[in-house]
T-cell receptor, first 111, second 115 residues
Framework: RKEVEQDPGPFNVPEGATVAFNCTYSNSASQSFFWYRQDCRKEPKLLMSVYSSGNEDGRFTAQLNRASQYISLLIRDSKLSDSATYLCVVTGSGNTGKLIFGQGTTLQVKP | GAGVSQSPSNKVTEKGKDVELRCDPISGHTALYWYRQSLGQGLEFLIYFQGNSAPDKSGLPSDRFSAERTGGSVSTLTIQRTQQEDSAVYLC?????????????FGPGTRLTVT
């Protein structure tokens, strides 16, 4: 079983749609959680950290459920520029920066 | 300011040859990480340096892989006797400190092709 599991998609949505991605992680000792964005043939970039209380950044909302070991990302009012691969990322045991990545979910926003 | 830089951007090598990949982290960042991304695979952690501490090598896939970080700055990832399964994009990242909540900034990667 992979340490971080995501539905690879692709998710094809029209502009303006709301889309949600989910991921699960297996290590209950993971302490920090993130969503990264990766454009085609580019390096990953941090989209947002994920906190237990849930957090929002503009059109993006992230949620963490530690009991279920489940992380989500909601994108409202999708833009063409949101087309990318979204990577669910957790840290290993302890609080080091060693990141464990899911395989990513591909989003394609169409006009 | 300058981001993380990596060289070369592309490397094609023959099976059995050794290769060296270079990473220049952001100035002042004490933590440096190497990951690789193979076709159809997610990013995979390889090794992590934090200041003068012993590196965390737990992700290196075999003893053909090694890395060093000189003077707390530039890092070199060396792959000896390359195999076709080593073909991947090798990504370097740096962060201010080696703790989880510090953002990691990734370089553009080195695309390695072993023929």
């Amino acid at each position: 079983r992979k340490e971080v599991e995501q539905d690879p998609g692709p998710f094809n949505v029209p502009e303006g749609a709301t889309v949600a991605f989910n991921c699960t992680y297996s290590n209950s000792a993971s302490q920090s959680f993130f969503w990264y964005r990766q454009d085609c043939r580019k390096e990953p970039k941090l989209l947002m950290s994920v906190y237990s209380s849930g957090n929002e950044d503009g059109r993006f909302t992230a949620q963490l459920n530690r009991a279920s070991q489940y992380i989500s990302l909601l994108i409202r009012d999708s833009k063409l520029s949101d087309s990318a691969t979204y990577l669910c990322v957790v840290t290993g045991s302890g609080n080091t920066g060693k990141l464990i990545f899911g395989q990513g979910t591909t989003l394609q926003v169409k006009p | 300011g300058a981001g993380v830089s990596q060289s070369p951007s592309n490397k094609v090598t023959e099976k059995g040859k050794d290769v060296e990949l270079r990473c220049d982290p952001i100035s002042g960042h004490t933590a440096l990480y190497w990951y690789r991304q193979s076709l159809g695979q997610g990013l995979e952690f390889l090794i992590y340096f934090q200041g003068n501490s012993a590196p965390d090598k737990s992700g290196l896939p075999s003893d053909r892989f090694s890395a060093e970080r000189t003077g707390g700055s530039v890092s070199t990832l060396t792959i000896q006797r390359t195999q076709q399964e080593d073909s991947a994009v090798y990504l370097c990242a740096s962060s201010l400190e080696g703790l989880a909540y510090y953002e990691q900034y990734f370089g553009p990667g080195t695309r390695l092709t072993v023929t």
